[in-house]
């Protein structure tokens, strides 16, 4: 166990991940950003719009000062929207409550809203030393076969447990905890991979207890995810001359902060149900009753697309509607936005993707 950090200080001083912008950098505002950036989301999709986020808000303050909107519109697409909420009040308390400097701390740090204690860990490892372990998923995956831990990890003892074995695997130097987090991190995700690891080629297997007692597949141990939920719903385009009427969404929730099309209620799809058109019935906000006399006479609908999320499928169709004047009621999260305008919002990505097919052919 007390070779385990050099063992993997030394995979990475040869195999290690190079390249990524992030990367190397003391700056806790930089390696926040990616590590909220990475949770949930690919090196490749996150590599691209991290340095686009950085040329718009290249400072701390710079994202403090930020409209929600303008950092929501940088967010859309990269899903989980919570974490750009939670990254702009973040940014808020820090320069308000922390003089606009990072808290040098894993257990402060862990106190700002959308840092739990891995990213906590990370932030503090790698800008300032602090020899604390990071827990992520990559991280328990590679600690459960190394050391052959055949708990749930989803079990909030076992998680415990394994935070404890993290920490007493650290290296001595403090100064090696850059290089020892970000061996993790690599490690994880190149060699001991969920699917098909590399074991063949491992540097690690002859001390890989996983990999002596033949249970690389079964481990780690965690309990099967149910099936995603399936849901049907339609949204309503609604367009009056070269506006579109736009929707913002709720803070919370699917999709939270984010600009939308209206929306009909989400009916759950039972196993083997078809998507089926439904009564339209607004879930947010409430329309104004003279839109449904347009409902039936729409001009186009759209057949369903599929949009995956992490943990529930949705079904859903557009329904086009030409009005020939602007709606008169009108609710404060209601907007008619010009056709030039439309992708500057944040928009969820099936609605930023008809937008960008269909667009130039509505209008």
């Known amino acids: 166990m007390s070779d385990f950090s050099s063992r993997l200080l030394e995979w990475y001083a040869i195999h290690g991940r190079t ?21 949930q989301t690919q090196v490749e999709t996150v590599r691209d719009r991290y340095t686009a986020f950085l040329k718009t808000f290249p400072t701390l303050i710079d994202l403090a000062n930020a409209p929600i909107d303008a950092v929501m519109s940088l967010w859309a697409g990269l899903g989980y929207y919570s974490r750009a909420r939670n990254l702009h009040a973040c940014a808020k308390i820090i320069m308000q409550e922390h ?8 257990s402060i740090l862990e106190e700002l ?11 503090a490892a790698f800008c300032f030393d602090e020899p604390i372990s990071i827990l992520d998923a990559n991280v328990k995956r590679v600690l459960a076969r190394v050391f052959a831990f055949e708990q749930d990890i989803k079990n909030t003892k076992a998680s415990f447990e394994l935070w404890q074995l993290a920490q007493s695997l650290v290296p001595k130097k403090t100064k090696e905890m850059p290089a020892y987090t970000q061996a993790l991190m690599d490690f994880g ?41 399936v849901f049907f719903c339609e949204f309503l385009l609604v367009i009056q001359g070269q506006e579109v009427l736009m929707v913002k969404r709720p803070p ?41 006399r347009y409902y039936d006479s729409a001009t186009k609908v759209l057949p369903p697309q599929k949009h995956i999320f992490t943990h529930r499928v949705l079904f859903y169709q557009i329904r086009m509607i030409h009005l020939h004047q602007k709606l008169e009621q009108m609710t404060p999260e209601m907007q008619w936005v010009t056709n030039e305008k439309i992708t500057l919002l944040g928009l969820p990505t099936p609605i930023q993707r008809f937008m960008s097919d269909y667009l130039q052919i509505i209008f």
């Open 189 to 229: 995700a190149t060699v001991c991979t969920p699917k098909n690891p590399k074991c063949k080629t491992c540097s690690m297997r002859r001390h890989c207890q996983a990999f002596i007692e033949g249970k690389v597949d079964i481990l780690p141990i965690q309990k099967k995810k149910k099936k995603p939920d």
């Open 252 to 292: 919370s929730g699917i999709w939270g902060g984010l600009w939308c099309l209206p929306e009909s209620a989400w009916s759950k799809l039972e196993e083997g149900q078809t998507a089926q058109v439904r009564s339209f019935k607004l879930a947010y906000p409430e329309m104004p009753a003279q839109l449904f």
């Open 99 to 106: 003089g606009g400097v990072f808290p040098n701390k894993a």
């Open 19 to 39: 390249g990524m912008p992030w990367q190397k950098q003391k700056d806790p505002y930089l390696v926040w950003l990616s590590e909220i950036m990475l949770q």
């Open 113 to 123: 809203p959308g840092i739990g204690p891995s990213t906590a860990a990370a932030i």
